[in-house]
């Protein structure tokens, strides 16, 4: 008969899981969100006490700790203030290879994450203008906004 011996080691394999959740996406990221999907209007929070205008919006001031109650439409347009390409494959990634920039809307001190979009990575500039493309059927996520791409120059 034969028998069998336990190991004198364990081998592992690591690996990855993908597990589905929700999460609350609170009052404030809320009425964000909601602005987007219904009016296609981005604002942001301003602080009473140091009038910072947080855009994505806060609650409470990351800098002074007061509460954030006053809510201003900002942008659409805005300033690319920083951007990189993914190059790796992402679960989180709406696109492959995504170009991701920070954006400071105007008439926001603080700069929100989002893609680029229309616009090789080559000719991307900090300082360069952008403005939003919404999706057509937003369903009140960051998403609602499609990209940022290159805002047409007035030279007129
Ligand atoms: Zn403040």
Not at 93 to 107: D, E, S, Y
């Amino acid at each position: 008969m034969n028998s069998i011996e336990a190991p004198e080691t364990l081998l592992w394999r690591e690996s990855r899981i993908k597990i589905p959740y929700a999460w609350a996406a609170g009052e404030t990221a809320s009425r964000f969100f909601i602005e987007i999907r219904d009016r296609k209007k981005i604002f942001g929070t301003k602080c009473p006490s140091c009038d910072k205008v947080y855009c994505p919006p806060k609650k409470t001031c990351g800098d002074c700790f007061s509460n954030c109650g006053e809510w201003l439409e900002v942008g659409p347009d805005g300033e690319i203030t920083g951007f990189t390409q993914a190059l790796y494959e992402g679960g989180a990634h709406p696109v492959k290879n995504p170009v991701g920039g920070l954006i400071l809307l105007r008439g926001a001190s603080t700069a929100m994450l989002h893609l680029i979009g229309q616009c090789p990575l080559e000719e991307l500039k900090i300082g360069m203008k952008v403005t939003p493309v919404f999706k057509e059927n937003r369903q009140g996520n960051i998403l609602d906004i499609l990209h940022f791409i290159p805002a047409k120059q007035n030279h007129g």
